[in-house]
């Protein structure tokens, strides 16, 4: 497997001239025109933009689950293009953690089953398992709500758990998707204010696509997005 030799190495994530076209009827859509990025390790980053800027698209390539149309990407160094479909899930599974605008928690379960659930599926052991969860909601102070379900939860608990599940793989990067779209001002900047612990106090790099201007309080590092292209970063 080709290595990224550059500079861009020393970055976790780093994207060159992306572009994504999507065929709709007899039409195509550009959802990405030639994006260039790096994503330093151990940092928080955005990607601000309205809906439809392409943020959206661009965490999915970079997570692996969606194929740019061409350019490249490189995750520690290693281009995504080159890894099988089984090495793009055993990526998402042990080194990428996902946190979604919906919260994507299963309904019937608990805080600590949603969280232990995503350990088993990585296959980690039951006993390592039932730790990792437990800890991982210690991080984001629920340790009274595990056995809570999701409907019995306020959205900004419920995203929460979004995030210690997302943590309990002991992941390199998370990629969250408007993880405040669904929240009041004040939950939002909880979850931004707990996302910058998670880098400051864990060590995991994140980069999260949002519109909300509160994120400039938070971020190392801001992207902006608009019609498929990256304007210059902001700090």
């Known amino acids: 497997m080709t290595k990224e030799t550059d500079a861009g190495a020393t970055s976790l994530v780093r994207a060159k001239g992306l572009t994504r076209v999507y065929r709709v009827g007899a039409q195509e859509v550009h959802a990405l025109r030639g994006v260039d990025l790096a994503v330093a390790r151990g ?6 933009g309205r809906s439809g800027s392409g943020k959206t698209t661009l965490l999915n390539i970079i997570g692996g689950l969606d194929r740019p149309t061409s350019g490249v990407v490189y995750f520690d160094g290693q281009p995504l293009a080159e890894m099988s479909e089984r090495q793009l899930t055993q990526l998402r599974r042990r080194r990428i953690g996902f946190i979604f605008q919906s919260f994507a928690l299963l309904p019937t379960y608990s805080a600590f089953e949603n969280v232990e659930l995503l350990l088993r599926i990585a296959g980690v052991g039951r006993h390592e398992r039932a730790e990792r969860a437990r800890d991982s909601l210690r991080v984001v102070g629920l ?4 056995d809570h379900r999701p409907d019995e939860m306020s959205g900004g608990q419920q995203q929460r758990v979004a995030i210690a599940r997302a943590l309990a793989t002991h992941p390199d990067l998370i990629l969250a998707d408007e993880p405040t779209g669904e929240l009041d001002t004040t939950t939002g900047r ?32 801001v992207y ?5 292209c990256i304007k210059d970063p902001e700090t």
């Open 224 to 228: 902006e997005l608009q019609d498929g």
């Open 43 to 48: 940092k928080l980053v955005a990607l601000r």
């Open 190 to 221: 909880q979850i931004f204010a707990m996302l910058h612990r998670v880098v400051e106090v864990e060590g995991i790099t994140v980069l999260t696509a949002t519109h909300d201007p509160l994120i400039y309080e938070y971020a190392d590092l």
């Open 143 to 146: 340790t009274r709500w595990m």
